[in-house]
């Protein structure tokens, strides 16, 4: 018994010489960030418009305050990384207001705008994915994958946020969806339920490497999809059957789909 207290000592010990915020802490700002940019993802309205514009400045404060309690890991000061971070969330609202719009587009069971922001699962990664790949770009570790953890958590969306996803990104129903850490994924692209984007190896000697596939503009890759290799480029405008297994490259304008004799069909359209 004894041992086992010291080593649990040790462990917090050494936690607190690495410390990183509260799980809690950074599910509230990041929370408080996407309803700031839209008010339909919790419905809390800030009718004040004076209130309206300073909140930016709590928020800057708030994600200060979690990089501050994880100063010892950080690149830079805590200050400028939060400023700089700020200055990209124009960005980030242009680009979820462009994938919520691709999931309304897409999804002829989508009554509405709101219902989209409020209700799916797909904006609600999407969203969490992009405060985090902002966060991933300026050096700060680990608080990313905690951010990208909290919406995987609540929708089954499982995205890294090292990933690059190009805006118009449309995520139908999504449970189960997983995209690794250097997948690239093209403008209007399509994804359903089930769709792996993974490596073909997971050896640690190639964490710095290309492992996972490049998806370009105006796929579609339907549920149960698995895709695999850093080497493995879809083309654009192809189609991606449910259940298919691709570790290899596409054309452009392809058709892949399975086939109950386990062989795949590849059809080009010129």
């Not at 990384?81 to 609202?93: C, D, E, H, R």
């Not at 705008?113 to 680990?142: D, Q, S, T, W």
């Not at 298919?244 to 058709?255: A, D, N, Q």
Request: net charge negative; glycine share 8%; aromatic share 8%.
């Amino acid at each position: 018994m004894n041992e086992f207290l010291e080593e649990l000592k040790r462990r917090h010990q050494l936690a607190a010489a690495n410390a990183y915020p509260a799980t809690g802490a950074v599910d509230d700002f990041v929370s408080n960030l996407v309803n700031w940019l839209f008010p339909e993802h919790k419905g809390q309205v800030i009718a004040d418009p004076q209130v309206l514009e300073q909140y930016s400045v709590q928020l800057e404060t708030q994600l200060q305050q979690l990089l501050h309690s994880m100063a010892n890991q950080l690149p830079t000061d805590a200050s400028s990384l939060s400023q700089a971070f700020m200055g990209k969330v124009p960005v980030i609202y242009d680009e979820l207001t462009k994938d919520a719009s691709a999931m309304y587009q897409g999804d002829p069971a989508a009554s509405c705008m709101y219902e989209v922001i409020r209700a799916y699962p797909g904006f609600y990664a999407i969203a969490f994915y992009r405060i985090a790949h902002a966060l991933y770009n300026l050096k700060i570790p680990v608080l990313p994958r905690m951010i990208t953890e909290l919406a995987h958590s609540r929708t089954g969306i499982d995205i890294h946020p090292g990933a690059v996803i190009a805006p118009w990104c449309c995520i139908d129903h999504g449970t189960g969806i997983v995209i690794g850490e250097t997948s690239i994924i093209g403008p209007h692209v399509k994804i359903y339920q089930g769709v792996t984007l993974g490596a073909l190896s997971v050896e640690k000697g190639m964490a710095r490497s290309k492992r996972h596939p490049t998806i370009e503009e105006h796929v579609v890759i339907y549920a149960g999809a698995t895709i695999l290799g850093g080497d493995t480029v879809i083309g654009h405008h192809s189609v991606i059957g449910g259940n298919v297994w691709l570790i290899k490259s596409v054309e452009p304008f392809s058709r892949i789909y399975y086939k109950a004799e386990h062989k795949y069909s590849d059809t080009n359209q010129d």
